[in-house]
């Protein structure tokens, strides 16, 4: 198909589920009043969720969720080989998600909880690149149909990718959200990678920090502000561990630090 | 003659998550009449223990991404039961028109991307963007309006941030809420049009006879909280859910079964209009005749129309909603949350049936233990045993394996399963 009279590149894409609740592959479909040109863009080759058609011959790869079972390890690896792009598509992908909460409890005890003297097979919660590895990260939970488009843009006609390097924070001061902080509350906004535009705390919730961290976050202010709000470590550590992407700065020495000075 | 058919369907197309059909007919005998649920299981029930109660809605929207809101709702129930919370009337009424935001999204969905492309002979709804681009216009719009719908009063359309423990974040103001008013008034064409459109397609003809639970009207067609209802007669508060509900384990299954009064039993838009019919909207009740569906139906099939005449009915209501949302003078939204030790169960109509979630809360608003029992878990056995029967009915003289694979996956696809949400 020709675009503006020049013949252009239709990228073969599949779409691929592991463990999650299939939220991002939706956001393809959603978009509305540009789903037809999304989908004039690209040749769905693969797309269970969608589609009936079950083809092999694709390059780009989108992997929805986390891997949580030896299964799931092979059935990646063989998508691996055959992808040339094979992208991390939302936080269950690129983090683990919610899933990697589970890995703080006893997964005998879990499974005793859940299915009784019946249990299944599981096992610790993994993001796509502790299996395989990955191309692209796009974050998010939901990912973002405005990024999953630009990504495509940058496959299709080469268009830079684009990086959000800053904050939430700076979203939110665009769209004129009165700062949750502000209100009483905490958010991950000051330390979380943009890209989302800010739709929770203008929809009246601090950030959870599903896009994990922004590059070279302040994480010492942002303790900092934390605690003279008076917010508990536990508190800042129930968000940090939230969606897998602030795994390294959970209880990191520096908020031990900021909070210690507050013992007596 | 002695018939042979063999249909073997691995991950499951067009529907929410991993589930496999497995049928086997040898000289005329069916040896086996499978529907399996393979999905990965996740575990949330004990990912919630420990958490605060400010936590619980926003995990638990991640059980599902279609149904997130749903999730949500009966979230935030559970834990306004527990804590003795009544919402203010504002927020209740924002709660149901983010519902109805759902209900059409989903619905919408399952009908034109799911299920249509079978009784169409596609594959899937992709090629009808160049085939039949006035219903893929339709589908998109009606879609887009769903999802708008839940953006602007949940604040985004899959996960939502607004709806919170206490009522609602937030009131739309009142130029978005009008701008809605405008395009349901607007999607009422179009879905006479898709009425039209569906009223061409040859459901199938088979009648497996099951018990139907969903939320019992009081007032009005139910969607969030009440008691609960069967079509056998049963009926519980909704605390007692553990009544209605009886999940238990299978070993092929990482998905729970359930029963009541029967073998197994079905939720979802064909119980809910099967409990509920006069309650709906008069244009949907209008609809409905266009189809010949009134209750009792025990055609599983037509619970693709009973779908679409719920969309009807959410779109005209929605209407009601907004214009009243519009003239109210108390715009207060939130009601003043104090944890305590206790223990609250809430029920909410999810698009593909009656979802409960229950927790017990320590003194501190941490959750000490917690139960969510998924409309797609109760219907697991109900397909089940309908494959049977659909097997036993259909495996005459003539009858390919192709068809027999269609017909048992468009059996599948009418329930419109959850299956991820279902093992949770």
């Not at chain 1, 989108?62 to 990646?76: M, S």
């Not at chain 1, 003297?117 to 692209?136: F, G, R, S």
């Not at chain 2, 197309?13 to 086996?32: C, F, M, P």
Request: contains cysteine; aromatic residues 8%; hydrophobic residues 40%.
């Amino acid at each position: 198909m020709k675009h503006l009279g020049m013949e252009q590149n239709r990228p073969r894409i599949a779409v691929f589920d592991f463990t999650g609740c299939e939220g991002c592959e939706l956001q393809l479909a959603n978009k509305e009043e540009t789903l037809g040109a999304f989908l004039n863009a690209i040749e769905v080759v693969s797309f269970r969720e969608v589609s009936s058609d079950r083809g092999d011959d694709y390059d780009v790869a989108l992997i929805d969720g986390a891997i949580t079972r030896p299964d799931e390890v092979e059935r990646l690896k063989t998508i691996r080989q055959q992808a040339k792009i094979l992208v991390a598509m939302g936080s269950c992908a690129c983090f683990g998600g919610v899933n990697r909460l589970k890995n703080a409890y006893d997964l005998d005890e879990a499974n005793r909880e859940v299915y009784g003297d019946l249990p299944k097979e599981t096992m610790p919660t993994m993001a796509v690149d502790e299996v395989v590895p990955v191309d692209l990260k796009v974050p998010g939970c939901p990912v973002s149909k405005d990024e999953m488009e630009r990504v495509v843009q940058h496959l299709v006609w080469d268009l830079p990718l684009p990086s959000y390097a800053y904050p939430v924070c700076l979203e939110c001061k665009q769209r004129y959200t009165v700062c949750r902080f502000d209100l009483g509350e905490l958010c991950l906004g000051p330390i979380t990678r943009a890209g989302c535009g800010a739709p929770c705390p203008a929809g009246g919730l601090g950030c959870w920090g599903c896009r994990g961290p922004a590059e070279s976050p302040n994480y010492d202010e942002f303790f900092a502000l934390a605690k003279e709000k008076g917010f508990t470590e536990q508190e800042i550590n129930d968000r940090l561990s939230f969606f897998g992407g602030f795994q390294d700065v959970v209880s990191t020495t520096a908020f031990q630090e900021n909070t210690n000075e507050d013992q007596p | 003659m002695k018939i042979n058919l063999d249909v073997n369907v691995h991950h499951l197309t067009r529907v929410e998550g991993h589930g496999n059909i497995r049928v086997r007919v040898t000289g005329g005998k069916i040896t086996e009449a499978r529907w399996d649920i393979v999905e990965t299981p996740r575990y949330f029930e004990v990912m919630l223990k420990g958490k605060h109660y400010t936590m619980a809605g926003i995990l638990t929207a991640r059980i599902c991404g279609i149904c997130s809101i749903g999730h949500c709702l009966a979230s935030v129930r559970a834990t306004e039961n527990a804590f003795g919370i009544t919402i203010p009337e504002a927020a209740a009424k924002l709660r149901l028109l983010a519902k109805h935001g759902e209900t059409l999204q989903s619905h919408t969905l399952h009908l034109f991307f799911l299920a249509a492309p079978d009784f169409l002979g596609l594959t899937s709804a992709i090629p009808l963007k160049d085939l039949k681009p006035e219903v893929f216009g339709l589908a998109a719009r009606l879609k887009g309006l769903a999802n708008h719908l839940c953006e602007v009063v949940a604040g985004r359309t899959t996960h939502p941030v607004s709806i919170q423990v206490g009522g609602m974040a937030k009131m739309p103001d009142k130029y978005a809420l009008r701008d809605l008013k405008a395009q349901c008034q607007r999607a009422v064409d179009d879905l006479a049009a898709t009425v039209e459109l569906f009223g061409t397609l040859e459901i199938p003809d088979f009648v497996r006879e099951t018990e139907f639970v969903s939320l019992k009207a009081a007032k009005e067609y139910p969607f969030i909280g009440g008691r609960l209802l069967s079509t056998d007669g049963v009926e519980h508060p909704e605390s007692d859910y553990r009544a209605m509900t009886n999940e238990y384990v299978t070993e092929n299954n990482t998905s729970k079964w359930s029963k009541l009064s029967r073998e197994s039993f079905a939720v979802g838009a064909l119980a809910r209009l099967n409990n509920n019919y006069h309650r709906l909207h008069r244009k949907a009740r209008e609809a409905a005749g266009q189809f010949g569906l009134a209750p009792i139906c025990h055609n599983p099939f037509m619970n693709n129309v009973a779908q679409l005449v719920e969309c009807v009915h959410v779109v005209h209501d929605s209407i009601r909603i907004i214009n009243e949302l519009v003239d109210t003078s108390n715009g207060e939204t939130m009601a003043p949350v104090m944890p305590r030790a206790s223990q609250g169960v809430g029920a909410v109509e999810a698009p593909r049936g009656i979802l409960y979630h229950d927790y017990e809360y320590d003194a501190l608003g941490r959750v000490v233990r917690a139960n969510c029992v998924i409309p797609t878990t109760q219907n697991n056995a109900n397909i089940h045993y309908d494959m049977a029967a659909l097997v036993k009915q259909f495996a005459v003289d003539g009858m390919t394996d192709e068809r027999l694979e269609l017909l048992c996956s468009m059996l599948v696809r009418a329930y419109d399963p959850c299956i991820s949400c279902s093992v949770h």
